[in-house]
């Protein structure tokens, strides 16, 4: 079965533009994730979703940042008013639920902000 | 928050050599995981522990859960070229299962 797919894989996008990034969890999985990864650093906690309940938003790092999860199947992930510390590799994982201790994660988009 | 310690940020060992790389936290975790990140994906879990004092093997792979909940290894052993790639460790509490909390990565290059 098809993996964690994330569109685009690379966005290059100007200081003060929007983007949306866009995650398509294994289906099935009711649990998704969003990490953010700078170069040589871990990821970064930014928000996850189980089911219909309320997203737990407490790692998004300001109100730039937002995300939607439609349908409890995709996501997408929006910047807006890029700025050049934005630029990072956003990652999107699922898991089969909020307990389960396996996350599965996609390749990733890296976004640059010149 | 919490934040995890990994060290070495980086090594780089000939093939055949073993590898150890560890994870310290202020913070005690109910669950310790080891990822690895090769180039261009995204990190796929190696190695869960679930009790303090746990040793689990994977493999080559040997991970520990410490006894103090505060730290854990990874243990490489005999060395190969694929094993090149970026670990990390990362932990959980049990009340927020779904969140973890990630080291910054130990990035591992194997001179054949």
């Known amino acids: 079965g098809a993996g964690v797919s994330q569109s685009p894989s690379n966005k290059v996008t100007e200081k003060g533009k929007d983007v949306e990034l866009r995650c398509d969890p294994i289906s099935g999985h009711t649990a998704l994730y969003w990490y953010r990864q700078s170069l040589g650093q871990g990821l970064e906690f930014l928000i996850y979703?189980?089911?219909?309940?309320?997203?737990?938003k407490s790692g998004l790092p300001s109100d730039r940042f937002s995300a939607e999860r439609t349908g409890g199947s995709v996501s997408t992930l929006t910047i807006q008013r890029t700025q050049q510390e934005d630029s990072a590799v956003y990652l999107c994982?699922?898991?089969?639920?909020?307990?389960?201790?396996?996350?599965?994660f996609g390749p990733g988009t890296r976004l640059t902000v010149t | 928050g919490q934040q995890l310690n990994q060290s070495p940020q980086s090594m780089f060992i000939q093939e055949g050599e073993d590898v150890s790389m560890n994870c310290t936290s202020s913070s005690i975790f109910n669950t310790w995981l080891w990822y690895k990140q090769d180039p261009g994906e995204g990190p796929v879990l190696l190695i869960a522990l679930y009790k303090a004092g746990e040793l689990t093997s994977n493999g080559r792979l040997t991970a520990q859960f410490g006894i103090t909940r505060k730290d854990s290894f990874l243990n490489i052993s005999a060395s190969i070229p694929s094993d090149v790639g970026i670990y990390f460790c990362?932990?959980?509490?049990?009340?927020?299962?779904?969140?973890?909390?990630f080291g910054d990565g130990t990035t591992l290059t194997v001179k054949p």
């Open positions: 990362a932990g959980r509490i049990n009340t927020n299962a779904g969140k973890s909390t």
């Open positions: 979703f189980q089911g219909n309940s309320a997203p737990d």
């Open positions: 994982a699922s898991s089969r639920d909020y307990h389960a201790y396996e996350q599965y």
